[in-house]
């Protein structure tokens, strides 16, 4: 069984960063593709970033490109998500998961992390 586990949300002023991470248990990342979602207080959860597992290809949101940054560390089966110049509206609950194909189907979930983007 699948089971992932995110960490590294927290409090940040608009313009700071965050690295958030997903580690895995029950499953080697490298064979999975990853890909991070977030959901906003009344809004429909969205993705934001993925990455391949079969040649490392990524996928970022437009909103997020340039400023977001998706990576693998397998010795520690880790996927992070670096975070740089931090915006108001990138407050969410941000998830990680597994999904069937490249950002697609995502089946096993993390319980979230909080990103809050305030002044």
């Known amino acids: 069984q699948v089971q992932l586990v995110e960490s590294g949300g927290g409090l940040v002023q608009p313009g700071g960063s965050l690295r958030l991470s997903c580690v895995a248990s029950g499953s080697t990342l490298d064979y999975d593709n990853i890909g991070w979602f977030r959901q906003a207080p009344g809004k429909v959860r969205e993705g934001v970033s993925c990455i391949s597992s079969s040649d490392g290809s990524t996928y970022y949101k437009d909103s997020v490109k340039g400023r977001f940054s998706i990576s693998r560390d397998s010795a520690k089966n880790t996927v992070y998500l670096q975070m740089n110049s931090l915006k108001p509206e990138d407050t969410a609950v941000y998830y990680c998961?597994?999904?069937?194909?490249?950002?697609?189907?995502?089946?096993?979930w993390g319980q979230g992390t909080q990103v809050t983007v305030s002044s």
């Open positions: 998961a597994t999904t069937l194909a490249f950002c697609q189907g995502p089946d096993h």
